[in-house]
């Protein structure tokens, strides 16, 4: 079967880094996706990766290995907008988009 | 351009009753996708059109669900009857290959509540 795995949930001081983590076992893989959704609004779009390496954008990175079928999510200078849900999603080989769970990040002052 | 466009943002209804959701993508995505959210179950995929064609529509939980898009500039999701398990958030999500990163482009959503 398919599967994404991501914390639940994790806790990050205003200022500080903190790292979100994505584990995915797939029937292909196309590029993987990092979403981040607001309480009560729609998901949007903050990274892709399709190769092996860092993409960085701003305070946003993400990291993507697809030997070890990992991912992460490197959020810099946390701010309290910041506190959100962030989903990561593989495209498999038939270009569908699996999702994981997502990771509630609360960030306190 | 203005983004995804649903229809209605909110819906209360009671059980056994019909329910019709509509979207409309932005302009020049080929592909449309319709998910539902829960706390539960999270995000998933119910069914996707590429032009205008249903391509996969296994996420479709029962026959009580239906999905049309009669042209490129619209699309609805049909629950007849609706039952209290339904209750979730419907998104609606256009997409267009061809473009690098393959994003989807997510609608605000319609928040529908089964009594």
């Known amino acids: 079967g398919q599967n994404i795995d991501q914390p639940t949930e994790m806790t990050a001081t205003e200022g500080a880094i903190v790292q979100i983590n994505c584990t995915y076992q797939?029937?292909?893989?196309?590029?993987l996706f990092w979403y981040q959704q607001h309480a009560g609004e729609a998901p949007t779009f903050l990274s892709y990766?399709?190769l092996d390496g860092l993409e960085e954008k701003g305070r946003f990175s993400s990291f993507l290995s697809r030997s070890k079928g990992y991912s992460y999510l490197l959020l810099k200078e946390l701010q309290m907008k910041d506190s959100a849900s962030y989903l990561c999603?593989?495209?498999?080989?038939?270009?569908?988009?699996?999702w994981g769970a997502g990771t509630k990040l609360i960030i306190k002052p | 351009d203005a983004g995804v466009i649903q229809s209605p943002r909110h819906e209360v209804t009671e059980m056994g009753q019909e329910v019709t959701l509509r979207c409309k993508p932005i302009s020049g995505h080929d592909y449309l996708f319709w998910y539902r959210q829960t706390m539960m179950r999270g995000l998933e995929l119910l069914i996707y059109f590429n032009n205008n064609v249903p391509i996969d529509d296994s996420g479709m939980p029962e026959d009580r669900f239906s999905a049309k898009m009669p042209n490129a500039s619209f699309s609805t999701l049909k629950i007849q009857p609706s039952e209290p398990r339904d209750s979730a958030v419907y998104f609606c999500?256009?997409?267009?290959?061809?473009?690098?990163?393959?994003?989807?482009?997510f609608g605000p959503g319609t928040r529908l509540t089964v009594t």
């Open positions: 797939t029937s292909g893989f196309n590029g």
């Open positions: 999603a593989v495209r498999d080989s038939n270009y569908q988009l699996i």
């Open positions: 999500a256009s997409s267009a290959p061809g473009d690098l990163s393959y994003e989807q482009y």
């Open positions: 990766n399709v």
